[in-house]
T-cell receptor, first 115, second 113 residues
């Protein structure tokens, strides 16, 4: 099964600073990749997903962006963080239909606090 | 537009009894459904899934039921254990389509000893 590496585990950033969260995947190829955010006491909000290198679908208009420079690398970025960007960010990976193990696997998450 | 809905934010049951977690969806194109369990400050862990060609899938204490005509699925946990206390998320996807994996807002299950 896939292994998702996500770092850092916690991050405290000032308002207006840039952000880069990286997610890398092992154990599969050509997966679908996802970024979610869980705000305090809220559900899992889908932010971006990608079905292949360079292919990004955005779900929520905001000051975040995502990129997939390599097959198993997914990056979440911001040029200037807002207080409202605070939350728990999760990267997920899912094999495409027809492959084995089509449940989505999650990384351990990054707790981002914007101050 | 919330395509996957978990209308009960919380559920409390006694140890040994059945826990029933419900989920409704609006997109008839969804063809694969998953349940996840999540503890605070951790990533969700997969529990069980069901394809739209089935109406039931069972794995140990966990059973998922799918009613396509009602666009409704449920997760049954029997018997419930204190270690099952967590937030449970329902998710849905259209495979081979958009590949967008959408989650509900979760239900917090508390199993009392």
């Amino acid at each position: 099964s896939q292994t998702i590496h996500q770092w850092p585990a916690t991050l405290v950033q000032p308002v207006g600073s840039p952000l880069s969260l990286e997610c890398t995947v092992e154990g599969t190829s050509n997966p679908n990749l996802y970024w979610y955010r869980q705000a305090a006491g809220r559900g899992l909000q889908l932010l971006f997903y990608s079905v292949g290198i360079g292919q990004i679908s955005s779900e929520v208009p905001q000051n975040l962006s995502a990129s997939r420079p390599q097959d198993r690398q997914f990056i979440l970025s911001s040029k200037k963080l807002l207080l409202s960007d605070s939350g728990f960010y999760l990267c997920a990976c899912r094999n495409k239909v027809g492959q084995a193990n089509t449940e989505a696997f999650f990384g351990q998450g990054t707790r981002l606090t914007v101050v | 537009d919330q395509q996957v809905k978990q209308n009960s934010p919380s559920l409390s049951v006694q140890e040994g009894r059945i826990s029933i977690l419900n989920c409704d969806y609006t997109n008839s194109m969804f063809d694969y459904f998953l349940w996840y369990k999540k503890y605070p400050a951790e990533g969700p862990t997969f529990l069980i899934s069901i394809s739209s060609i089935k109406d039931k899938n069972e794995d140990g204490r966990f059973t998922v039921f799918l009613n396509k005509s009602a666009k409704h699925l449920s997760l049954h946990i029997v018997p419930s254990q204190p270690g099952d206390s967590a937030v449970y998320f329902c998710a849905a996807i259209t495979q081979g389509g958009s590949e967008k994996l959408v989650f509900g807002k979760g239900t917090k299950l508390t199993v009392n000893p």
